[in-house]
């Protein structure tokens, strides 16, 4: 991905630019991982969904 920087006053350049200091915690990581996370595209769901009946049996055995 990239960033397109838009001011159009030198005020708002400076504000762009010192954004780019910003350091985020684990935590606040995670939590933008978590509300940004994209649906799971098909196939994926429907073979980890289908998989899961054997998982079960064999984590019985």
Request: no cysteine.
């Amino acid at each position: 991905s990239s960033v397109i920087i838009g001011a159009k006053r030198p005020d708002q350049l400076a504000d762009n630019i010192a954004a780019t200091e910003i350091r985020l915690s684990e935590e606040e990581l995670k939590q933008l991982d978590a509300v940004s996370a994209l649906p799971r595209e098909y196939p994926g769901w429907m073979l980890e969904r289908q998989g899961e009946y054997r998982r079960n049996q064999l984590a019985q055995q």
